[in-house]
């Protein structure tokens, strides 16, 4: 399987927005769920947003009302918009297959630092 490869990530003060990109195989993306996750230093990996192939979308309670997912299969890419965020959204970003736990193979990554 392909690796997703994750773009976007950066340095933002807090308060700030940054919108991350995934950029996957077509045919991957049109026939699965696709989740964002992250992980902060010394935490485990969290889902922190996913879309289905219906459309229908879901937030950790963390993130819900200032992160928004969603793709666009002609550029077949999965983004996550991110406003107001905060310190505790610091963390290596990633995206993956599936709507509860990722089960393909994980990138790289993109780094967020987001600084008070």
């Known amino acids: 399987q392909v690796q997703p490869v994750e773009s976007g990530g950066g340095l933002v003060h807090a308060g700030g927005s940054l919108r991350l990109s995934c950029a996957v195989s077509g045919t991957i993306l049109r026939g699965s769920a696709w989740g964002w996750h992250r992980q902060a230093p010394g935490k485990q990996r969290e889902l922190v947003a996913a879309i289905n192939r219906g459309g229908d979308t879901k937030y950790s309670d963390s993130v819900k009302g200032r992160f928004t997912i969603s793709r666009d299969y002609a550029k077949n890419t999965v983004y996550l918009q991110m406003n107001n965020l905060n310190t505790e959204d610091t963390a290596v970003y990633y995206c993956?297959?599936?709507?509860?736990?990722?089960?393909?193979?994980w990138g790289q990554g993109t780094q967020v630092t987001v600084s008070s």
């Open positions: 993956n297959k599936g709507w509860i736990y990722g089960v393909g193979p």
